[in-house]
């Protein structure tokens, strides 16, 4: 497997010298990648960046990151913040081609019990009030919050094969133009229906590629809270 680029991890309450400044990822432990569920992928959204993370839970972070197309890259593990004296690592760093920046921080659900949801809540609080301190946009995310989007976040797995196949076929600009012009004809279709279309010309396999490249690209839509079938709805989308 490929290292990860060497880290550049920001601690305390010091943000970078410049909100430009990207951040790099802080490469896994042994420890982790032993020890833990560990899963790698070549990100497009990242220019085909190996990304590592921990546990399903970061997964299907990272996942909706790379299929959210506001999105312009992310990075997982970019830095710390200090809280209590010790520093907390956060998840992921992301900028939207908007030019805003954020993170995001994974924290676990506190035991069922008041006293571990009040000292949860506490903790949760001083968090964002070092991220205000840090000038950091911070959101916290939660178990459950991502246990609710199952069906979102296997979708996305599906579909990660397919768009990294797109990026690397050197002839995919002939398919999305295939795509693209079925689709202003028929605004609302279907995998399915493109495929068929497309077949006397393409190899079905590369048109479902640019299919989900599209999807992945926000050209085209599809409900990710409906399980992936060829029957599922493709639409034009936000930039078409």
């Known amino acids: 497997m490929a290292s990860l680029p060497h880290p550049s991890v920001t601690s305390s309450d ?23 569920d560990a899963y790698y992928y070549q990100s497009p959204r990242n220019n085909q960046r190996l990304v590592a993370v921990v546990e399903p839970c970061r997964l299907a972070l990272a996942l909706d990151l790379e299929f959210d197309p506001s ?17 907390v690592e956060l998840c992921f760093w992301i900028s939207r081609k908007c030019g805003t920046e954020s993170f995001i921080v994974f924290r676990r659900q506190a035991a069922a019990t008041v006293p571990a949801l009040r000292a949860e809540q506490q903790f949760c609080a001083e968090l964002m009030e070092a991220s205000q301190r840090a000038g ?15 069906v979102a976040n296997a979708t996305r797995l599906e579909l990660l094969p397919y768009v990294q196949a797109a990026r690397r076929s050197r002839g995919i600009s002939v398919f999305i133009d295939a795509v693209m012009t ?19 010309t393409f190899d079905w396999r590369d048109i479902r590629s640019a299919t989900c490249l599209l999807v992945h690209r926000g050209d085209l839509a599809i409900n990710f809270n409906e399980r992936l079938r060829t ?9 078409p």
Do not use: C, W
Request: charged residues 25%.
């Open 14 to 36: 010091t943000p970078p010298a410049s909100s430009k400044e990207a951040y790099t990822a802080r490469p896994l432990t042994p420890s982790e990648s032993t020890r833990l």
């Open 71 to 87: 999105v312009a890259t992310y990075v997982e593990r970019p830095r710390t913040l200090l809280v209590r004296g010790r520093d």
């Open 136 to 150: 950091l946009d911070l959101a916290i995310r939660k178990l459950q919050s991502i246990l609710a989007a199952r």
């Open 182 to 200: 079925h689709m202003r004809r028929h605004p609302v279709s279907s995998f399915h229906a493109i495929e068929t279309s497309l077949r006397p």
């Open 231 to 239: 029957s599922s709805s493709v639409t034009l989308g936000a930039n």
